[in-house]
């Protein structure tokens, strides 16, 4: 255990995985996570939907964490492909200042593109002003169709704003964009998925080409073909391919770490100082075991 790496997944949803990815993450040495906010699979079609799920990431979810050592952050947005939905989009940023100032939220997120549309645009630019006016880091989701346009437009559009390049994160990058991403100042953030997007095989690559400053590995996990274990693997991977195990640390820990703490929600001695494991505690009532014996560390133990 000692030699054991920890992981950091800056970008996880785990509304919508099972307590045995929390079980595997856990083993594998994922400490924290950040779930950011996100689209379901189909619209939601009323503000009251966005405030439950928010509310899911702020309690719910960090709870269901806990009862397996890893510490839960989030990111709250409105996400591009909502935003398209305008009456709802005004709705939901109402509702947003509600969210922001809560103990887990680390950034707004997930926000940009999609298919680059004018809502899209104006919905993006009124949360990077919010990000400014409470003095938050920003996520960027980069669309998956025209990638790289869609990448430079949310980096000028962030900079028009006058936001700091060093304070916003830009996801899913691919070979294709991170050198933009990372001469312009910006953090550079991969998603590993089984089949799109990038490989551990090609981040491996990334990391050895461009070396691991300003570079964060993810997963994104969500509800399709995803892998809750993805940083890990590609940790494990990198270390296998010859890359330092420094780098592979600054890429899989550390730059996660700094790039998100800047608020001063996200701490490491949250994970490093942790209070022990009480699965008996329960969240309104419910429990995650379904009648399995609760684990009780000692320090819990009245």
Known sequence: MKDKMMIIDPHIHMTSRT????????????VAIIEPSFWLGQ????VGSFQDYYSSLVGWEPFRASQFGIKHYCTIGLNSKEANNEALAEQVMEL???YLHKENVVAIGEIGYDDQTPAEDKYFREQLELAKELNMTVQVHTPHRDKKAGTIRSMEVCMEHKL???NVIIDH????????VLDKGFIAAFTIYPKTKMG???MVEVVRKYGSSNIIVDSSADWGVSDPLAVPKTAALMLKRGIDRKDVIKTCY???LDAFSKNGKMKESDWLNPK???????YNDNSVLRGQEPRVDADQIN
Not at 43 to 46: A, C, D, G, I, S
Not at 173 to 180: H, M
Not at 276 to 282: C, E, K
């Open 164 to 166: 700091d390049p060093g």
């Open 96 to 98: 947003l200042p509600l």
């Open 276 to 282: 022990g494991i009480n699965q008996s505690i329960l």
């Open 200 to 202: 551990n095989e090609r």
């Open 19 to 30: 307590t045995d990815d929390y079980e595997a993450m856990s083993e594998a040495g994922i």
């Open 254 to 256: 550390q730059n996660a």
């Open 43 to 46: 619209p939601r079609t009323q």
């Open 173 to 180: 990058n691919n070979e294709e964009t991170v050198k933009d």
